[in-house]
Structures are given as C-alpha cells and as structure tokens.
C-alpha cells in the first residue's frame, strides 16, 4: 500500500519561511512526478509546484506564478522524497499543502487528477 506522509507545517509570521517534507512508502517513483498542491478554505485545490521526467535525463521542476521566486521544490529519489523550501511567505500562502505524486501529469500540468497518490495534507499558516 502506498503512503504519502507530509511533514513541515505549521504557523510562522509573513516574511517567514518553512519547509515541507514530504516521504513516500510503499513504491518509488524515480522518473514519475511529485508535487505539492495546496487548497485554501473555499478555493480549489491548486498547483503549487511539481517536478517531472523530461523523458531523457533529468527532472524538471515547474512553479505556479504566485510562487516563483519565493519556494523552490526539489526531489531526492534516494529517499523517495520531495521538498518545497517556502520563503518570503504571504497570508494568501495559507492553506493545507498536500504531497502528490504518481500518474500522468506532465510539465506544468495543474489539474490534480493526474496524480494518482495524495498525503493526507499539513496546514500551513501565515499570520500578517
């Protein structure tokens, strides 16, 4: 059975930074993607940012505009891990971040329905 556990969140002022762990259990997934995704109360659940096999030698990490900059994702496949370091965080960055990996989703690929393993979520909480 395959298990996806999040770590890392937590309440931290803006202008703070934290860092989500994010380990998985029960297959790996080198080459296959892994992101974060996070879902405000009220809103959809949105990209965050996501690494993904370009086919041929290496991962290629995307970042969802209202974070470029600010969190950088990255992966080591020898732990079947992925991380996102968060900096500069804004209140707007509150919400419940969730690991996903697995499935089809390509580069830049925002619909959530392409991954086919979810954590169970960590909140994350900016106070201004």
């Known amino acids: 059975q395959v298990h996806l556990v999040e770590s890392g969140g937590g309440l931290v002022q803006a202008g703070g930074s934290l860092r989500l762990s994010c380990a998985a259990t029960g297959r790996t997934f080198d080459r296959h993607p892994m992101g974060w995704f996070r879902q405000a109360p009220g809103k959809e659940r949105e990209l965050v940012a996501a690494t993904t096999w370009n086919g041929r030698d290496a991962y290629r990490a995307y970042s969802a505009d209202s974070v470029k900059g600010r969190f950088t994702i990255w992966r080591e496949d020898a732990k079947n891990a992925v991380f996102l370091q968060m900096g500069s965080l804004k209140p707007e960055d509150t919400a419940v971040y969730f690991c996903?990996?697995?499935?089809?989703?390509?580069?830049?690929?925002?619909?959530?329905?392409?991954?086919?393993?979810w954590g169970q979520g960590t909140q994350v909480t900016v106070s201004s």
């Open positions: 996903a990996a697995g499935g089809a989703a390509s580069y830049a690929d925002t619909d959530y329905r392409s991954y086919d393993y």
